[in-house]
């Protein structure tokens, strides 16, 4: 149980397009759901946190207007990143938990690959 | 805002020794911290979740201690394997948060 599906698992595009990015949660209800960006040899940084039906909460420094995040339901969130430029070039991960599960447990999906040329 | 901190940032050790990776952070009010393995180019793999109420988890050769109040945790390896070459990454729940560490980057030569 606990899966968290991502897709596309890779997207190339070009600079100055904007792409969007699903996450879905499939066999349970996702209360909260995260989005994260590692870029090459780091590790993963929280962009942005979204509760189902509420405006997401970006952290320090991510731009909210360039990262849309929609969490229109308890099964699925999107990240659109918008007007992308190659800088935005990341692994992107997104993560799901719900609280009558193991409390705070987040379970992740697979990432997607987001390459602007 | 709690910060992770996993030493050593490598590691290269020969097939069958026992290993130890060490993840530190700094503020000791956690729900729980997990231990994932991610390989080059690839998602998550959760290792092992330890509540903040256990001290420890294990799995098969893997064992995760916890200790909140000196901010620590330790991911021991036993027998390590060329298989098990990969990054090591420490995340530490809070409420409603995940702040992971920089990783330990893995290699078990044959």
């Known amino acids: 149980g606990a899966v968290v599906s991502q897709h596309p698992s890779w997207v190339i595009c070009k600079s100055g397009t904007s792409v969007k990015i699903e996450c879905r949660s499939l066999?349970?209800?996702?209360?909260?759901m995260f989005w994260y960006r590692q870029f090459p040899k780091q590790s993963l940084m929280l962009m942005a946190t979204s509760n189902e039906g509420s405006k997401a909460t970006y952290e320090q420094g991510v731009e909210k207007d360039k990262f849309l995040i929609n969490h229109a339901s308890l099964t699925l969130s999107t990240l659109t990143v918008t007007s992308a430029h190659p800088e935005d070039s990341s692994f992107y991960i997104c993560s799901a938990s719900w609280l009558a599960g193991v409390y705070n447990e987040q379970f992740f999906g697979p990432g997607t690959r987001l390459t602007v040329l | 805002k709690q910060e992770v901190t996993q030493i050593p940032a490598a590691l290269s050790v020969p097939e069958g020794e026992n290993l130890v990776l060490n993840c530190s952070f700094t503020d000791s009010a956690i729900y729980n911290l997990q231990w994932f393995r991610q390989d080059p180019g690839k998602g998550l793999t959760s290792l092992l979740l330890?509540?903040?109420?256990?001290r420890e988890q294990t799995s098969g050769r893997l064992n995760a201690s916890l200790d909140k109040s000196s901010g620590r945790s330790t991911l021991y390896i036993a027998a390590s394997q060329p298989g098990d070459s990969a990054t090591y990454l420490c995340a530490v729940g809070g409420n409603n948060d995940m702040r992971f560490g920089a990783g330990t980057r893995l290699t078990v030569k044959p």
């Open positions: 330890i509540q903040s109420s256990q």
């Open positions: 066999d349970f209800q996702a209360t909260t």
